[in-house]
């Protein structure tokens, strides 16, 4: 696992992790669930281009009802960028993008996105903030502690929490 980061086989486990208690785990919430991975990151960072995600988009298409028993049905897609206040705007400033995520839909194949690491209360990362995409996010009533990632100085989060470093 490049870096230490293992988000991806953490999603995984969440989605379709065998039934079982380990500590506090108690299984995936679709056990048995069957699922592709699909690497869009450049390397080994945190980041991927748009047309990485749309080829892997456009590769689940393509290949929804190889096993006929077990067709694509959903993309759970927990990378974002950008601030958009708007679908309107989000979709504007990536068009190809959108328009990935709207094959995928009239596919019919559900997309889930995370809305975004940064913090912000009042807009969402692309692709969450397209109208064709079901936005997940979390939300907490304390402080965030170290969390591993830079929540933005411009962020809801209160000034004294904020994750990143002084520019």
């Not at 692709?127 to 969390?147: E, N, R």
């Amino acid at each position: 696992i490049p870096n230490g980061e293992a988000h991806g086989t953490a999603c995984a486990g969440i989605a379709a992790g065998d039934l079982g208690t380990v500590g506090d785990y108690i299984g995936g919430v679709a056990h048995n669930a069957k699922i592709y991975a699909m690497k869009i990151s450049y390397g080994s960072g945190g980041w991927a281009y748009d047309t990485d995600v749309i080829q892997a988009w456009d590769w689940c298409i393509n290949h929804q009802y190889d096993d006929l028993d077990n067709p694509i049905l959903i993309v759970s897609h927990s990378f974002g960028g950008g601030r958009y206040f708007s679908a309107a705007e989000a979709e504007n400033d990536r068009p190809s993008y959108a328009s990935a995520a709207g094959r995928l839909i009239a596919a019919g194949i559900t997309v889930f996105a995370s809305s975004g690491n940064d913090g912000y209360c009042e807009s969402m990362a692309a692709p969450a903030a397209f109208s064709d995409v079901i936005s997940v996010g979390s939300v907490y009533d304390t402080g965030l502690g170290t969390i591993g990632f830079c929540v933005e100085e411009e962020s809801c989060v209160a000034e004294s929490e904020s994750q990143c470093s002084p520019a």
